[in-house]
């Protein structure tokens, strides 16, 4: 039942909203328009939890975030007048017109700490591939439900005009023409638009060297393939495996011109860079014969500890690992590893730590699950026993209702008490710990970087 607000009563309400702190609410036609919705303050949602969100618990909305709506669903708002949270199929001041939740996909270096808040029709489908955070309205802005974790501007829009990646382009392939990863990094920069591949065309931060055509996961919500899943994946897998000598003909490239250099295997373009270990160690050699400077990263499932202990031995400078949960059976019930276990990713840990490697986990947070106690105990419990040196706060990118129900369906739930709490709480415990959300380049593996408004 919707509570249509009179609208005498709409300014008194607005006055409430003031000085309640509370978040306008906004909602999408369907259409693509975006309004806000009178009478209503915006909530969010962390598992089965809904919460009206606050100016004070906002961010203005990162430069570079998307808007989006939410088709076959619901959104679930705070009806002011009524004191209560309600579900809307249509426009309470204009019946008849259906509404539609909207969702913020931040920029890079954004933790989300609510969802959109929605209930879904019966026929809704899988959402694509992308976090999709709270978002409302206040003073003439968008503001999100977020924490910034990481202040560089690595992947900021502003600083990627896209007349300089042509233009990059065009001088890289000149210098390396004949280089088949150059060319499909041409593609990742101007066909997907990945910030990681205008970098390197750019000569900025980090360039990636995707290698690997195959994985031996399947994630749920694996960028690069996705088989009879409903949902389409963001890129296409690299086709081919380079040679030794054009990874590091890029990567030298890339060390050659930009300073405190970072090059990374382990991109969304492809699989798993262990299973094409052995290209990836002469490389490393390869490189490293030639210069010391520049960071060496391999982003990974870390499901193979072997591999690892050679490419450090090799030269590899830091290792990042990706994580949706240290608990087992959530960690397998997203990864659904085959041939592997999650024990093979710890013992890969404790390889890469036991030979000085900077170690950072990709943790891949949705609220709602990652800061349930739970979760919280055991990552405590991990960080304790494995003295990683980073978290990559990094929100995952999948349809958060079917996400908590495998991760419900996995291992026990309880009540969520925050990203804000967790993320306070973990700097509580290990304040040498180093939180972002970009490889650091190895001048910087003993830097903190805090900045106001952060964790
Ligand atoms: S480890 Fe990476 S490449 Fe492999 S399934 Fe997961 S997301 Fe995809």
Same mark, same amino acid.
């Given at each position: 039942?919707?509570?249509?607000?009179?609208?005498?009563?709409?300014?008194?309400?607005?006055?409430?909203?003031?000085?309640?702190?509370?978040?306008?609410?906004?909602?999408?036609?369907?259409?693509?328009?975006?309004?806000?919705?009178?009478?209503?303050?915006?909530?969010?949602?962390?598992?089965?939890?809904?919460?009206?969100?606050?100016?004070?618990?906002?961010?203005?909305?990162?430069?570079?975030?998307?808007?989006?709506?939410?088709?076959?669903?619901?959104?679930?708002?705070?009806?002011?007048?009524?004191?209560?949270?309600?579900?809307?199929?249509?426009?309470?001041?204009?019946?008849?017109?259906?509404?539609?939740?909207?969702?913020?996909?931040?920029?890079?270096?954004?933790?989300?700490?609510?969802?959109?808040?929605?209930?879904?029709?019966?026929?809704?489908?899988?959402?694509?591939?992308?976090?999709?955070?709270?978002?409302?309205?206040?003073?003439?802005?968008?503001?999100?439900?977020?924490?910034?974790?990481?202040?560089?501007?690595?992947?900021?829009?502003?600083?990627?005009?896209?007349?300089?990646?042509?233009?990059?382009?065009?001088?890289?392939?000149?210098?390396?023409?004949?280089?088949?990863?150059?060319?499909?990094?041409?593609?990742?920069?101007?066909?997907?638009?990945?910030?990681?591949?205008?970098?390197?065309?750019?000569?900025?931060?980090?360039?990636?060297?995707?290698?690997?055509?195959?994985?031996?996961?399947?994630?749920?919500?694996?960028?690069?393939?996705?088989?009879?899943?409903?949902?389409?994946?963001?890129?296409?897998?690299?086709?081919?495996?380079?040679?030794?000598?054009?990874?590091?003909?890029?990567?030298?490239?890339?060390?050659?011109?930009?300073?405190?250099?970072?090059?990374?295997?382990?991109?969304?373009?492809?699989?798993? +860079? !262990?299973? %094409?270990?052995?290209?990836? @160690?002469?490389? &490393? #050699?390869?490189? $490293?014969?030639?210069?010391?400077?520049?960071?060496?990263?391999?982003?990974?499932?870390?499901?193979?500890?072997?591999?690892?202990?050679?490419?450090?031995?090799?030269?590899?400078?830091?290792?990042?690992?990706?994580?949706?949960?240290?608990?087992?059976?959530?960690?397998?019930?997203?990864?659904?590893?085959?041939?592997?276990?999650?024990?093979?990713?710890?013992?890969?840990?404790?390889?890469?730590?036991?030979?000085?490697?900077?170690?950072?986990?990709?943790?891949?947070?949705?609220?709602?699950?990652?800061?349930?106690?739970?979760?919280?105990?055991?990552?405590?419990?991990?960080?304790?026993?494995?003295?990683?040196?980073?978290?990559?706060?990094?929100?995952?990118?999948?349809?958060?209702?079917?996400?908590?129900?495998?991760?419900?369906?996995?291992? +026990? !739930?309880? %009540?969520?008490?925050?990203? @804000?709490?967790? &993320? #306070?709480?973990? $700097?509580?415990?290990?304040?040498?710990?180093?939180?972002?959300?970009?490889?650091?380049?190895?001048?910087?593996?003993?830097?903190?970087?805090?900045?106001?408004?952060?964790?």
């Amino acid at each position: 039942m919707t509570n249509i607000v009179p609208d005498d009563r709409i300014e008194a309400i607005v006055k409430i909203t003031e000085e309640m702190n509370w978040l306008r609410a906004v909602v999408s036609d369907g259409n693509g328009a975006i309004f806000e919705l009178p009478g209503y303050a915006a909530a969010g949602m962390a598992g089965g939890h809904v919460a009206a969100l606050t100016v004070t618990e906002s961010i203005v909305a990162p430069y570079g975030s998307e808007l989006m709506y939410l088709p076959d669903r619901e959104p679930v708002l705070f009806n002011i007048a009524a004191g209560e949270f309600e579900k809307l199929h249509e426009n309470p001041h204009a019946p008849g017109e259906p509404v539609f939740p909207v969702a913020v996909f931040n920029s890079p270096g954004y933790v989300i700490t609510h969802v959109s808040a929605f209930r879904e029709h019966s026929r809704a489908r899988m959402l694509p591939l992308f976090s999709y955070g709270a978002a409302g309205w206040h003073r003439g802005q968008f503001r999100s439900a977020a924490i910034r974790v990481d202040a560089e501007p690595r992947q900021d829009l502003r600083r990627m005009k896209p007349t300089d990646v042509s233009a990059g382009v065009r001088a890289v392939r000149w210098r390396m023409p004949g280089n088949r990863l150059r060319q499909h990094l041409e593609t990742c920069a101007l066909r997907y638009g990945c910030p990681a591949g205008k970098n390197f065309f750019l000569g900025r931060y980090e360039a990636p060297l995707p290698t690997a055509k195959t994985c031996n996961a399947r994630c749920l919500g694996c960028l690069s393939l996705q088989k009879k899943s409903g949902i389409s994946c963001t890129q296409e897998r690299i086709a081919f495996t380079p040679s030794p000598a054009e990874i590091s003909e890029v990567a030298l490239f890339h060390i050659g011109r930009v300073r405190r250099a970072v090059v990374s295997f382990g991109q969304g373009c492809e699989g798993e +860079p !262990l299973s %094409a270990a052995r290209v990836i @160690e002469p490389a &490393i #050699r390869m490189i $490293r014969s030639r210069t010391g400077r520049g960071t060496i990263n391999l982003n990974t499932n870390a499901s193979r500890p072997e591999a690892v202990g050679r490419l450090c031995d090799a030269g590899l400078d830091s290792i990042r690992v990706s994580m949706n949960s240290v608990r087992r059976e959530c960690y397998e019930a997203y990864f659904r590893p085959r041939g592997y276990t999650f024990d093979n990713v710890l013992r890969s840990i404790d390889t890469a730590l036991e030979k000085g490697k900077f170690v950072s986990i990709n943790y891949l947070n949705s609220p709602g699950f990652t800061d349930t106690p739970e979760e919280a105990e055991a990552f405590f419990a991990f960080m304790a026993a494995r003295p990683v040196r980073m978290i990559q706060w990094r929100n995952l990118n999948f349809d958060p209702l079917r996400y908590w129900k495998s991760m419900a369906a996995a291992a +026990p !739930l309880g %009540a969520p008490m925050g990203m @804000e709490v967790l &993320i #306070r709480e973990v $700097r509580r415990g290990f304040p040498k710990l180093k939180f972002g959300y970009f490889n650091p380049p190895k001048e910087k593996f003993g830097i903190e970087r805090l900045t106001a408004r952060c964790a």
